[in-house]
């Protein structure tokens, strides 16, 4: 299984982002997927969570309203389209999957099994 992060890049505050994971070896359709980010000296966090079905999601508090997962499971890509970003939004950004099929969201990093390699957002004030 390899999960490859894009998208990443530098942009001012307010402006917006999309990153993508494009996924193989992963049957997208039965995995649960994530996004987690790390800034420089903090903890890895979650964002962003969507379930092996796809039709639930969860997001961190911090990016509700502003951030949005989606998926193509014929393309085997998930997305973060992330708007109205912030400086405390930069971060290395990864994405995940965990291979149960669960209905619910995975929220915690511990529960993933495999992971891409970050791609890293900068937001500028």
């Known amino acids: 299984v390899q999960l490859q992060a894009f998208g990443g890049g530098t942009v001012q505050a307010g402006e917006s982002l999309r990153l993508s994971c494009a996924a193989s070896g992963v049957t997208f359709g039965t995995y649960r997927m994530g996004w987690f980010r790390q800034a420089p000296g903090k903890e890895r966090e979650f964002v962003a969570g969507?379930?092996?079905?796809?039709?639930?999601?969860d997001y961190a508090y911090s990016v509700k309203g502003r951030f949005t997962i989606s998926r193509d499971v014929a393309k085997n890509t998930m997305y973060l389209q992330m708007n109205s970003l912030k400086p405390e939004d930069t971060a290395t950004y990864y994405c995940?999957?965990?291979?149960?099929?669960?209905?619910?969201?995975?929220?915690?990093?511990?529960?993933?099994?495999?992971w891409g390699q970050g791609t890293e957002v900068t937001v500028s004030s």
């Open positions: 969507i379930n092996w079905s796809g039709d639930t999601t």
């Open positions: 995940a999957a965990d291979r149960t099929s669960r209905s619910t969201v995975a929220i915690f990093s511990r529960t993933y099994d495999y």
